[in-house]
């Protein structure tokens, strides 16, 4: 069964810092696009940042020059560098990856709460 599993949300200040990673597991034959997404409580989920399976990424306006994102394809996993952290912010992140597995397609991870407040 495949599965994606995040982890390094949690509370910070603004201005500060954080990480999120999200490992790939199962019978997975090959990864396409990953990245994450967020959402915020009364708005809809987001594109934050994709990367493809190349190494080319795409950013949200709102996130670009302060948001990195990478990959490691030996390792099936995608992560998420965020600087300048502001309180818009705050969101659930949500790793997502389009794999080919015995069920071609989407697939998403838990989620993973970010929370930017002094």
């Known amino acids: 069964q495949v599965q994606l599993v995040e982890s390094g949300g949690g509370l910070v200040q603004p201005g500060g810092s954080l990480s999120l990673s999200c490992a790939a597991s199962?019978?997975?034959?090959?990864?396409?696009?990953m990245g994450w997404y967020r959402q915020a409580p009364g708005k809809q989920r987001e594109s934050v940042a994709v990367?493809?399976?190349?190494?080319?990424?795409n950013y949200a306006d709102s996130v670009k020059d302060r948001f990195t994102i990478s990959r490691d394809n030996a390792k099936k996993s995608v992560y998420l560098q965020m600087n300048s952290l502001k309180p818009e912010d705050t969101a659930v992140y949500y790793c997502?990856?389009?794999?080919?597995?015995?069920?071609?397609?989407?697939?998403w991870g838990q989620g993973t709460q970010v929370t930017v407040s002094s």
């Open positions: 997502y990856a389009h794999l080919i597995s015995d069920r071609n397609g989407g697939y």
């Open positions: 199962g019978r997975i034959f090959r990864i396409n696009d």
């Open positions: 990367i493809t399976s190349g190494g080319n990424s």
